[in-house]
């Protein structure tokens, strides 16, 4: 529950920064339209920290699991923009004639 | 030098990476590997069948085993069973030198385990290097600020940080391995920091005394007592006098600490008059280690001395250490600091696959077909050495004397193999060829674990699987037919 | 560009950098725990910690800075003024 809160909320800061096209629209955000979905994101994270630290002990000890959690999220998070970006994009004629170069 | 501030960061960038990034990359693994040392060890002794022990009755078992076979050592240090490690880990000095086994719980006896380094090894190999004292621990002391070093001059030198923070484009031949690169670094930014910077301050008081050295003059002892009120030392007195029964000052100190347990043990000059018992307490509650101790006199068991941890300047050392060997991380934490230090290995190969490719594009010399096939040797070659210690360790007998010693000159043999064979092979051949053997013996492994009955096992043949498949992809990748080197 | 220019350019940036940044952070360490007002553990604790973390800031300025003179004199300056600091009889 805890780690899908997070993985939401790292997945939309993820689709706001995405330099090209938006990974889901197919046309770049305007700034004003990043804010919210950022927003909404920030806030996420917060609740996220603030479950971790009422579900533990320590303080300290739940900061920490935040921060490493936050890593692991935004790993997937550039994973999954990779999978859709690839899934969304027609494939060029070059990638089609010549195969995927490594 | 180039003129602007950000190229020469790339430079100064690019180059401590090259220099000491082959050391670091063994260092990184191995200590990635360290966060499990103890199940390491109980994978390796598969005699190790219970779940769950009695920390206090393992650790009287142990003392009386050593009161036994080994009251001659002038000290006995132990890590108390726990439910991560249903063993004592027990480090003393024998005929031959100084040793550590693990003890059974039961019998308090080494002999019915199989003699194996086990996680230890990984441990020792990450801050020792299998150097002699002191200069493997400068070596990784100065590797450890080299990656800081690196780590700051590579935020300086990767522009749009937030704009390309999730950016992975694959398919790309050096784009892509640029961005896998920025991505690992990044996302787990913190962490890499924070495990160089304190990596560093663990062996700093080798590398960097100066500021006691100028307080302390030579009076060394006066500091170690400075530093732990409660670490009594006291010479012999060549006087014999049999060591109070562990029971009772266990459960003194287990009062004393509350639910922290007692994490380790140290009898200095058992067997004598002015013999010391100190107990350091867990990890339950506090990311600092040693922040609370207690001294029992050893013929009486009386309490000498009792210190928990209050002064700033000292947490924040404590806490600096404790972060790096997280004796404190609970199990989603223990989880995070293993898929972190696997990012921060992997941000190390990434890099020094991109020195090479970087400088394909020109007139290639000897230096840089050196170091493209090196990296082959290094970046594969060390998975297949590590994943070999685990293999041997279940082809070698039980039974056999000094087990220990050569799984360990196996995992060597190995990598010296490897790293010759790499040296002599171009790398478009030497890289798919190395990593199908790394993901061959971490398919082994996986099996070597059956008969997948206990925890450790099961989750040790799960990862291995998942790397066995992760080499299989990198494999096959390497060996497409337009690939750059 | 591998002249024999650029690569003393570069030897006496690594030499100042590395041994002389490990110099000064070792006499930023050694003043830090001098004049901090500490039990002399704590001091000299605090010190080692500052004096770590003054190192690779220390490096890229020998990396950064563009001429050479310049940068010597600045490592000779910090060096004798933590000297002094370190050292002087108080």
Redesign the interface.
Known sequence: MIFLTGLLAVVLLALTTHRDAATLTLRPLSSQHRLIPRGIAFLLLALQLTLQIRNSDSTAFALIEWTGLFSVEALFAAVICTVLRRWREPLSYKQRKFGSLS | ?K?H?RP??T??HDWSGIITGWLLFAIVLSGTLSVFRPEITLWMQPELTRQTVDSNQATEAAIAWLSAHASDSPGWYLDTAAPRAPFTLAFWSDKNGYTQRPLDPVTGSPDALRDTRGGEFFYRFHFELQLPYPWGRLLAGIAA?AL??TL??GI?AHR?F????????????QRSWLDAHN??GV??L??HLMIA?TG??TL??LF?????T???KNDLTR?AH??NPAAIERPRSGTAAPLTPIAPVLRTAQQHFGKTGIAQIAVVNPGDRAAVITMTAGNE?S?GITSHTISFDGPTGAILAEHIER????M??NV?YG?HVAR???G??RW??F??GL?LTALIGTGLRLWTISRARRASHFGTILVARLNAGFIAGTPVAFASYFLVSRVLPAGLADRAGLEIRCVFLIWGALLVFAALRPARKAWPEILTLAAAACAAVALFSAPWHRAVDAAGAIIAILLAASFTFAAR??S?K???I | MATTRYRSDIAIRALTGIAGGYLLAALLSVAIARWLPLPRIEASAAGMLTGLLAWPPVMMTAFAIHSLPRLCAGFALAGALLAVFSFWPV
């Open positions: 030098m003129r501030f020469a960061m430079w100064l600020m800081l070093l700051i001059t300086v749009r937030f704009a390309d923070f999730f950016t992975f484009r694959p398919g790309k031949g991505l690992l996302v787990a913190p962490f910077f560093a301050v700093a008081s960097f005394p100066w500021s006691a100028a307080l302390y500091a400075d530093l509650d990311i002064r700033p300047a000292i924040t050392y600096l972060l404190f991380a609970p989603v934490t995070l600091y898929v972190s990012m990748r390497s497409l337009n690939r750059i």
